[in-house]
């Protein structure tokens, strides 16, 4: 049973267009959505953050928004650039802790020059 | 800082053979977990150790046995490996809660 699904499962962008990656979740006492980067060859590193209790978190150039009604949630980059070109996982975990963070399958990005 | 170190990188085993996967972290972190990363499966949660002495079965851990050996070591045992283990495992660690995990850089096994 897969507790978050994530599409597309790839991506390609031009420099300088906006990446969408969305999330759906079907567990409603998830609480922690976070969103991880990973390159070729190394372990995932969090991107990006968010709780339930707010719509939407920005850092520079990443967005995530959240909707809870409808339980979805993506990632937005803007301005993309080709040293974003990676794979990116959504995870969902209860009680905002990291124990049995539940991912989606991933999406390989690609920004193009 | 070294973080979260694995080893080793790579392993070749034939079918049935035993190996054992280390795992440190030098954050003082209380959990630690193991993953396996399949292409278009995601990261699957094998065992995870919420704190020295404890440890407790994720989504796949039929095939593996895990020991916590201390607060900084997290080690993954493939008692009899099979074909379908073949993947890549990534050891992670994080305070208890944060919910951030630190991930290592993997290792790829390949069982034939």
């Known amino acids: 049973q897969q507790q978050v699904k994530q599409s597309p499962q790839s991506l390609i962008v031009q420099k300088g267009g906006i990446s969408i990656i969305n999330c759906a979740y079907e567990?409603?006492?998830?609480?922690?959505f976070p969103w991880y980067q990973q390159f070729p060859g190394k372990g995932p590193a969090l991107l990006i953050a968010?709780?339930?209790?707010?719509s939407e978190k920005k850092e520079g150039r990443f967005t995530i928004s959240f909707n809870k009604s409808a339980k979805q949630f993506s990632l937005h980059i803007m301005d993309s650039q080709p040293g974003d070109s990676a794979t990116y996982f959504c995870a969902a975990s209860m009680q905002g802790g990291s124990e049995k963070l539940v991912f989606g399958k991933g999406t390989k990005l690609t920004v193009n020059p | 800082n070294a973080g979260v170190t694995q080893t080793p990188k790579f392993q070749v085993l034939k079918t049935g053979q035993s190996m054992t996967l280390q795992c440190a972290q030098d954050m003082n972190h209380n959990s630690m977990y193991w993953y396996r990363q399949d292409p278009g499966m995601g990261l699957r949660l094998i065992y995870y150790?919420?704190?020295?002495?404890?440890?407790d079965k994720g989504e796949v851990p039929n095939g593996y046995n895990v020991s916590r050996l201390n607060k900084r070591e997290f080690s993954l045992r493939l008692e009899s490996a099979a074909p379908s283990q073949t993947s890549v495992y990534f050891c992670?660690?994080?305070?208890?809660?944060?919910?951030?995990?630190?991930f290592g850089e993997g290792s790829r096994l390949t069982v034939l």
């Open positions: 150790s919420a704190s020295e002495g404890t440890t």
């Open positions: 968010i709780r339930p209790d707010v």
């Open positions: 992670a660690s994080s305070e208890q809660n944060t919910g951030e995990l630190f």
């Open positions: 567990n409603t006492a998830f609480d922690y």
